[in-house]
């Protein structure tokens, strides 16, 4: 396995790079699919209270987020358990009005 890592602008990559089995393909590939599809939800969910996440930090099926405006914490398990946790899913992000995502593109 190797990790190689990269920047554009103010963000930056981390990929991961390790050989799978023919056979496990579609499953890796519906796992990361399913994954992405959790952290879209909850990154739209914290958008509903105001926050603004910075991206994820994660390590295997655990991954973590902070607001960049108030620091609101968001912690989320995405494996066939689903744990999800932190302010970003409970408080208002103080000092900015909550994202209407209906008017979002
Ligand atoms: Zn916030």
Redesign the pocket.
């Known amino acids: 396995m190797s990790v190689s890592t990269s920047r554009a602008g103010d963000r930056a990559f981390a990929m991961v790079n390790k050989p799978i089995g023919r056979e496990q393909e579609l499953e890796v590939i519906a796992r990361e699919f399913r994954r992405y599809q959790a952290l879209r939800e909850l990154r739209n969910r914290s958008a509903l209270l ?3 996440l910075v991206g994820w930090i994660r390590h295997d099926v655990e991954s973590i987020s902070l ?1 960049a ?2 620091g ?1 914490r968001l912690y989320a398990l995405t494996d066939s358990e689903r744990i999800e946790d932190g302010e ?1 899913l409970t408080d208002p ?1 103080p000092g900015r009005e909550p994202v209407d995502l209906t008017r979002v593109p």
């Open positions: 105001g926050h603004e607001c405006r108030c609101a970003a992000c």
